[in-house]
């Protein structure tokens, strides 16, 4: 598949798809970029890869979230809602998929499990 050039940035997680670990990378760049739908889509993509990679799917939560240029205050009733149960679910499959993790990783799912304590918006 023809794909945007990204360059060579990447952080190996635990997969054995290459594909889930090339998806992986460019979520993370995308991320690193602020383009967070696009983070999004690369790493469901890994999770297509490689159902059973933790960080593919800490990766959909840490890219759903709040950031610098979209706070949580810009997230309207309905999108935060919804947010707050993709982020919730999606960082919960990585804590279920993390026995096979590096410890780096185990600590990057548990500091988002942190963030994302619970699968409803609080008011």
């Known amino acids: 598949m023809d794909y945007y050039d990204l360059g060579r940035h990447g952080r190996p997680v635990t997969t054995s798809s290459p594909e889930a670990q090339r998806w992986f990378d ?5 991320t690193y ?3 967070h739908e696009e983070a999004v889509a690369c790493f469901e993509a890994a999770v297509a ?5 933790a ?3 800490w990766g959909i939560a840490h890219a759903l979230g709040p950031n610098y ?4 205050e810009a997230f309207d009733a309905e999108e935060l ?3 707050v149960d993709r982020t919730h679910a999606a960082v919960e499959r ?3 998929l993390a026995g096979r993790a590096t410890p780096v990783e185990r600590a990057l799912i548990g500091a988002l499990r ?3 304590p619970q699968a409803s918006a609080v008011e």
Do not use: E, I, Q, S
């Open 55 to 57: 960080m593919a799917h």
């Open 33 to 35: 970029a602020f383009h």
């Open 114 to 116: 942190a963030r994302y």
């Open 81 to 83: 809602t919804r947010t």
């Open 49 to 53: 890869a490689d159902p059973d990679c």
């Open 26 to 30: 460019r979520g993370l760049v995308w």
């Open 94 to 96: 990585a804590h279920a």
């Open 69 to 72: 240029n979209k706070p949580w």
